[in-house]
DNA sequence: AAACATGTTCCAATAAATGGAATAGTGTTT
DNA sequence: AAACACTATTCCATTTATTGGAACATGTTT
């Protein structure tokens, strides 16, 4: 008989000694300003003696740098690691070339992003040759709620689980047009499910419009969509509805690719 | 009175339980191909039962994913975690448009490279317009010895970090043009030094050639360097000469505004 | 120089990691 | 289909590292 365990409460897993010191680092990295020991030792409600060889551990591990004032900031161990974790990733691989041909396509900015539990992780980014900024977005999260891509990828998602993440989200309104609440947000996701296009219609930033489609990966493995971004006053709305049979088509030919690198048996 | 430990005896340093569980992260992504439970027992050298809890502490972290096929591929947290420590990386951010300038400048690639232990780690990368490959390099680590970046930057090292590092190097020819041995890194580093810039003439890849100069940053926190690198059939070594100027300039700018960047008073 | 804030070290109590072995699960061969 | 080999997971007494309160440094202000 299953112990009726409360199925919100997924921080309880018991991750021992290396999930609290990942908590740690974690609260380094969030803070938006360097933290010395006394600011950590604040937010991590954790004993002084404790706390001390956390961060003794993670600065020897290259995880964080101690600077001579004393402050915590990020080392480059997690640079490396994170470059492996990157260019490995071989959902990424299979979708490069079709973020290169869509963004040959529009011109604009290509996105691909991942739903990592309430929020969409950008794991690769194909940018207009204006824009020389390197791999920015890489790594970056946002909420689903304002972005083409979270309203394409969670459209993906079954009803349970769809309702599930929906009473995790915390409506932040970014501009007049984001959507305000579960309500706006789950009759939004049935018409991406029916149109299997998704708008990003200047809801997370002002002057930002976006279209976007999600990956119909098969195996719930990941949940994923592309986008195509661009500035408002070169990407009219009609614009937007006229990539969308480009995008996901582009969305469907990551999907079929993903399918076969999983093997034919599969 | 200092206790007589051994200088080389760095990676003795112990990090408890963490470091260990490290470790295995570590040799999971290192791995060029997904390795199941039973690949990573016999690399970890690691009892079954300790193995397999790590594991799972590392999954349930995310740092971590388990296919269908048992096989550990990385997990979407690393990314993460990684662009807060890239984002927020000040070094990065202070040198960040003088790369866009030095790029302009010059049309070709621009690196910017940080010494971390024996190799050099790409912290950030303004590429042409026409390789539009995102943020490949960033993260990634290259040898010191065959590298523009990596030659300028340990020729910043006092003599006996310097000699303490060329002892840890392993020396492997990559090219014809592969310096072979401790000895001739050492005569190019002094020359690196007297010059102030340093070249890559096809030592790592062939076709590949390099100008770089280090960043003297004062405080001996960043030991880090620039770069611009292009294929040899369109940068002949004269062009490399006349671009010395504009690199070793660039990192003047770069050491300039760090320091300004730490505070006028340090 | 005293009071203070911050960072570091110490050590008995405690909780977690360890690791050998038994068990469960998977797919392959006969 | 049963036996087999291989792999993954669970169990639990032992060992070890973590814990956390308090004392000790260190540097800064009043």
């Known amino acids: 008989m299953e112990p009726v365990t409360d199925e919100t409460a997924q921080p309880a897993t018991d991750t021992g000694t290396f999930g609290k010191v990942l908590a740690v680092l974690d609260l380094v ?53 994170a470059h492996r974790s990157w260019s490995q990733n071989s959902f990424r691989t299979v979708a490069a070339p079709h973020l290169l041909r869509l963004h040959a396509a529009t011109g604009e900015t290509v996105h691909l992003g991942v739903l990592s539990g309430s929020d969409i992780v950008y794991v690769d980014k194909v940018e207009g040759q204006q824009t020389v900024r390197m791999g920015s977005q890489v790594g970056k999260t946002s909420p689903v709620y304002c972005t083409g891509i979270g309203k394409a990828a969670i459209a993906l998602l079954p009803e349970a689980e769809l309702e599930r993440l929906l009473s995790t989200i915390r409506f932040v309104r970014h501009t007049p047009a984001t959507l305000a609440d579960a309500a706006a947000l789950r009759a939004e996701i ?10 990003d219609r200047e809801e997370h930033e002002e002057g930002i419009r976006c279209v976007a489609a999600p990956i119909r990966a098969g195996g719930k493995e990941p949940v994923a969509a592309i986008s195509v971004t661009g500035p ?31 093997g034919p048996g599969r």
């Open 190 to 199: 049935a018409t991406v499910r029916q149109s299997g296009i998704a708008f």
């Open 232 to 262: 408002a006053y070169r990407i009219s709305v009609d614009q937007l509805d006229r990539w969308s049979e480009v995008v996901s088509g582009c969305a469907a030919d990551i999907a079929r690719d993903w399918r076969l690198c999983l």
């Open 29 to 81: 990295l969030s803070a938006d300003t360097p933290l010395r020991f006394k600011d950590v030792l604040q937010l991590a409600g954790q004993p002084r003696g404790t706390l001390h060889r956390q961060l003794t551990h993670l600065v020897s591990e290259g995880l964080l740098v101690v600077g001579a004032d004393g402050s915590y900031t990020p080392g480059l161990r997690l640079l490396r690691l």
